[in-house]
């Protein structure tokens, strides 16, 4: 029998034999408040003291969902010694982002947040409190102001640029492109040029070794915060940790730390010597976010940020801007593959609103309401996280007439909301359709959020919204427009439209299971591929 099972089985028998000894009493305890015996959702029956958790299979978020459809729309778990709602409806989400947000607006402290979120001392894992409400100030205020995200608009427009010709070189080549590598490195420079001012992909980029590090840091860094990690439902699980987890993540926390040291360390000198040179402070625009965070002052007389903070700034930014829109890139190009009447369309509103002589750029992007439907209705069918990051309740509370304990984690799942029945009628839930999307002629502009419905919940909603939508949008929408202006798109060779592989694999965003490769076809003068 295989090691690693003999070891996962003796973990989990060692683990449930401690709980009955030391949970037992605590959840005995737990069933009432007040004396009162808890009206909780109805949810699947549970195991004694693993609950449901053996119940979760690699696709998670198509378990939570076949619950909803069976038990209703807000939906009681019990995960190890973790209670757990979730739910696939907008009136519950509503509730419960909007309506009760104070009460629902913490995040769980889980092992990966403490190990590869500086201690949860960043802004999208730390529980609510002063020290998140701190760093989402420093957030809204200084580096995703609209001024600050406009003097960016240079390196997006070259990265764009970039983006187009690489494509084009590997056509003239004859080569297939693999996707997921070009639309990963667009992303990963747009994030890396704003916060640390250098890119690792392409002519002009950091150096080899270091671009390795980056992204072995980073891949490693995404898929351990993805984990679902028994330790955080069965605390005792840490004490035998079968697959190392927890070694993993402190090694990672370990590399992470290190890189954004070097990183800090070079902005402190460039600022240095900057200053020597008797030039004059950074004009704004030439500040990346390290310059900036660099320049604000602490708190309690202290002349800078700690770079603790500064650190889990960067790390945040890092996970949360790059792989939600490069994946949702991925997951657009594929769809509008595998529909070549989409394709044309996008196409025929491209070529009305920007023509055919020049490239799209950023103020076209409000004008492409085609275009517009079918990130939302990409961001319908897979957004980019299957669920929001778990929040958590503070106090005990009800939703929909059911007792909520404090410390409940929440998955509001998005993946399954965006494919709801009672949702989104018509019986045509699993086919792309942005036509769904359309405003009635003369309806303005298409917006790619939740909207009064909440049909859709691709930035979240509530306190803890993403604070970096518009940014992600224009991230999006740019590098889609580039791609189908310039280029017809076919699958690769030997493979039909309907043949494109659509099946995702879990984790903090949820990728295709296979990197999209297609063959691009030139549709425009030569000279707009060289400007
Ligand atoms: C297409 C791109 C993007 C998508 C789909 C996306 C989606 C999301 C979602 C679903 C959340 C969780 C909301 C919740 O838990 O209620 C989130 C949080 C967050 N996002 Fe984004 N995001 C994108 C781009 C960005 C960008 C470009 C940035 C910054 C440069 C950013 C920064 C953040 C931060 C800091 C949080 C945590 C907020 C908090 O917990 O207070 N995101 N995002």
């Known amino acids: 029998?295989?090691?690693?099972?003999?070891?996962?089985?003796?973990?989990?028998?060692?683990?449930?034999?401690?709980?009955?000894?030391?949970?037992?009493?605590?959840?005995?305890?737990?069933?009432?408040?007040?004396?009162?015996?808890?009206?909780?959702?109805?949810?699947?029956?549970?195991?004694?003291?693993?609950?449901?958790?053996?119940?979760?299979?690699p696709l998670p978020h198509r378990d939570l969902a076949a619950f909803c459809s069976r038990y209703g729309p807000l939906v009681y778990l019990r995960l190890g010694t973790v209670d757990a709602v979730t739910t696939d409806d907008p009136d519950v989400i509503r509730e419960i982002l909007l309506r009760q947000d104070d009460a629902f607006a913490s995040r769980p402290r889980t092992l990966a947040a403490v190990h590869l979120a500086y201690g949860c001392g960043d802004v999208a894992l730390a529980p609510v409190g002063p020290r998140w409400k701190r760093m989402r100030r420093i957030c809204m205020e200084h580096l995703l102001t609209t001024r600050r995200i406009d003097s960016f608009a240079h390196h997006r427009a070259q990265e764009a640029r970039h983006l187009v010709r690489s494509v084009w070189a590997r056509s003239a080549a004859g080569e297939?492109?693999?996707?997921?590598?070009?639309?990963?490195?667009?992303?990963m420079n747009n994030v890396t040029r704003m916060l640390l001012g250098k890119q690792y992909f392409g002519a002009g980029s950091a150096g080899p070794g270091e671009a390795m590090e980056f992204m072995g840091i980073t891949h490693e860094l995404f898929s351990l915060l993805g984990l679902i990690y028994p330790g955080d439902y069965l605390p005792l699980w840490r004490w035998?940790?079968?697959q190392g987890c927890e070694k993993k993540m402190r090694l990672v926390e370990k590399r992470v730390d290190e890189f954004h040291t070097m990183i800090i360390d070079e902005h402190r000198k460039k600022k240095k010597k900057k200053n020597?040179?008797?030039?004059?402070?950074?004009?704004?625009?030439?500040?990346?976010?390290v310059d900036v965070l660099l320049s604000l002052p602490g708190e309690d007389g202290k002349e800078d940020l700690e770079d603790v903070e500064i650190k889990a700034l960067i790390q945040d930014m890092i996970a949360a801007a790059s792989d939600t829109s490069s994946v949702t890139n991925e997951w657009a190009m594929a769809e509008v593959i595998k529909h070549p009447r989409v394709q044309r369309k996008i196409q025929e509103e491209l070529d009305s609103v920007v023509?055919?002589?020049?490239?799209?750029?950023?103020?076209?992007l409000g004008h492409l309401n085609y275009l517009r439907c079918v990130v939302r209705e990409t961001f319908r069918m897979h957004p980019a996280g299957p669920f929001l990051i778990p929040h958590e309740s503070t106090r005990a509370t009800r939703v929909m007439g059911y007792d909520v304990p404090a410390k409940t984690r929440v998955f509001i799942n998005t993946h399954a909301l965006g494919r709801n029945p009672r949702v989104w009628d018509g019986g045509d839930v699993d086919e792309f359709r942005p036509e769904r999307h359309l405003l009635p002629e003369g309806g303005g502009r298409v917006e790619i959020g939740h909207g009064a419905d909440f049909r859709i919940l691709p930035f979240g909603a509530g306190k803890r919204k993403c604070p970096g939508a518009p940014l992600g949008v224009v991230f999006v929408l740019t590098a889609l427009a580039r791609l189908f202006h310039c280029f017809e798109w076919t699958p690769a060779a030997g493979l039909t439209p309907e043949a494109i592989d659509t099946t995702e694999v879990y984790g903090m965003t949820m990728p295709m299971a296979n990197p999209l490769?297609?063959?691009?076809?030139?549709?425009?003068?030569?000279?707009?591929?060289?400007?």
């Open 355 to 364: 023509g055919r002589d020049r490239a799209v750029d950023e103020s076209d």
């Open 240 to 242: 035998f940790d079968p």
């Open 1 to 57: 029998m295989d090691p690693q099972f003999l070891s996962i089985a003796a973990a989990l028998f060692l683990t449930i034999l401690s709980s009955i000894l030391f949970v037992i009493p605590i959840i005995i305890k737990k069933g009432k408040v007040d004396g009162r015996k808890l009206h909780l959702p109805p949810g699947p029956p549970r195991w004694p003291l693993v609950g449901n958790l053996l119940q979760l299979g």
């Open 517 to 531: 490769l297609a063959v691009p076809k030139p549709r425009l003068p030569r000279d707009i591929y060289s400007t």
């Open 276 to 289: 020597n040179n008797n030039k004059k402070e950074y004009h704004s625009e030439e500040m990346d976010f």
């Open 176 to 187: 297939t492109v693999n996707l997921r590598d070009v639309l990963g490195a667009f992303s």
